[in-house]
């Protein structure tokens, strides 16, 4: 009997998918499609992080399967990690403090979007907002207070809006063309410059810092 290119396997902290050593992108995509409708439901409204197993996946192939899992089910993917690298426990650490900061989030009644902001377009609020997907290359974001992209940060954030110096701008893929939080300016010119990772952004000595969220940084922020 021949392996299956792709099984998912659920764990304390999220979802683990196993890839098969041998299968082809498309072969992989069409099995994890399958696998998705089969559990259509199952998943729904899940904050999970998402660790792959098995093959080594190329960021392309890394992509095309996270567009599968967006488009076939409604779970919120808060990172993602290689299983067989041991990333666990850091993954656990950052899943915990997102969670926490999307929970204050939804206590203070901040503003959502549902959906990528693509190229040209626009969105600005006057209080934190949380995206629930991408903020490409060419989008603008302006938020009064603090921003979460649960997706990848490509364009330009300008945060902090209404005198807010604690702001901060978090994301799952760090890799903005500018931001600005609260009139400090940091632009990154190179893609990859700031960090392919989930990092938060805030102002440090008067300038933008970016690193891996933590505990003893998200309590210093402020949404």
């Known amino acids: 009997m ?8 659920g764990t304390q902290d999220g979802l683990i998918i196993q890839i098969e050593e041998t299968a ?17 439901g199952y998943f729904d409204d899940a904050k999970v992080a998402l660790e792959f197993s098995g093959k080594a996946l190329s960021e392309t192939e890394k992509h095309e399967l996270l567009e599968v899992i967006r488009r076939y089910s409604k779970m919120e993917i808060l990172s993602v990690g290689d ?6 426990p850091i993954l656990k650490e950052k899943v915990t403090e997102l969670s926490h900061l999307l ?5 203070k009644g901040i503003s959502f979007h549902n959906g990528t902001l693509r190229s040209g377009q626009s969105l600005s609020v006057d209080t934190a907002i949380v995206i629930l997907g991408d903020v490409n290359n060419g989008a603008i974001v302006n938020a009064g207070s603090s921003a979460i992209i649960l997706g990848k940060l490509r364009g330009v954030v300008n945060c902090g809006l209404a005198d807010k110096p604690n702001a901060f701008v978090f994301a799952l893929e760090m890799r903005p063309t500018l931001l600005q939080i609260n009139n400090v300016y940091g632009r990154f010119e190179n893609e990859g410059e ?6 938060i952004a805030y102002i440090h000595a008067e300038q933008i810092a970016i690193e891996p969220l933590s505990h003893s ?4 922020l402020e949404l």
Do not use: C, F, W, Y
């Not at 992108?25 to 259509?40: D, F, G, R, V």
């Open 103 to 107: 929970a204050a989030a939804q206590k």
């Open 24 to 40: 082809g992108l498309s072969e992989m995509i069409a099995a994890l499609q399958k696998k998705l409708t089969q559990a259509k």
């Open 83 to 88: 299983h067989d690298k041991n990333e666990a």
């Open 2 to 9: 021949s392996k299956e290119a792709v099984s998912i396997k």
């Open 217 to 220: 940084l998200s309590k210093n």
């Open 194 to 199: 700031a960090g392919g990772d989930p990092m």
